[in-house]
């Protein structure tokens, strides 16, 4: 979905996206010269283990919060604020790259989770 920032209303929108077993929903609303973002990725995501490599699944529930501006923005508040240089805000890209964020963070499987508590413990 696509919405152009400069129609986004104060009164708020919705987004819903959903690929494969992982939803991302969340709304919109305008705050001045910025789109305000609130979102949540959630379902079952495949991920790979960073200790041992195995590919398994796992239930998220990962909230975000973006803003979206068509100007650029000073550097010392570009965190978390997407520049829409073609005025469009693109949820689709927004969701797809939430998701990539989750699955690039570091992950371990339930069996190096359960493995790394011994460890700790001994
Ligand atoms: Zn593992």
């Not at 239930?59 to 997407?82: G, N």
């Amino acid at each position: 979905m696509q919405v152009q920032l400069r129609k986004v209303r104060e009164t708020e929108s919705t987004f819903l996206m959903e690929k494969g077993s992982v939803r991302c929903i969340g709304s919109f609303w305008r705050s001045g010269e910025l789109v305000k973002i609130e979102g949540m990725v959630e379902g079952k995501l495949r991920l790979t283990c960073d200790r041992c490599g195995e590919s398994f699944e796992k239930e998220v529930s990962e909230p975000f919060v973006l803003e979206a501006s068509d100007r650029p923005v000073k550097v010392d508040e570009s965190l978390d604020v997407i520049e829409c240089f073609d005025g469009m805000v693109d949820f689709d890209e927004i969701c797809e790259s939430e998701i990539a964020s989750i699955e690039s963070g570091y992950h371990l499987c339930p069996r190096c989770e359960r493995d790394g508590e011994f460890e700790t413990e001994l």
